[in-house]
């Protein structure tokens, strides 16, 4: 049960810190029926994974001040 609530919080807290993530990341959105390619699909992963992370630290920094 422990690890169901664990996967929950986190699940949250990654919604909680989407907004920022997007914002950080600064990726334009696609143009109406066009489609990245696979390579730019990982570039953008890439991006987000990294934005994630900083959105992510700078919450706990904010938080624990």
């Known amino acids: 049960m422990a690890d169901a609530n664990e996967q929950t919080r986190r699940y949250r807290e990654f919604l909680d810190l989407m907004p920022l993530t997007l914002a950080l ?6 143009e109406a029926g066009r489609y990245y390619s696979e390579d730019q699909m990982e ?3 890439f991006t987000l994974r990294h ?5 992510r630290a700078f919450a706990k920094e904010t938080v624990t001040k």
């Open 43 to 45: 570039t953008r992963i």
């Open 25 to 30: 990341a600064g990726l334009p959105s696609s």
């Open 51 to 55: 934005a994630y992370k900083a959105a």
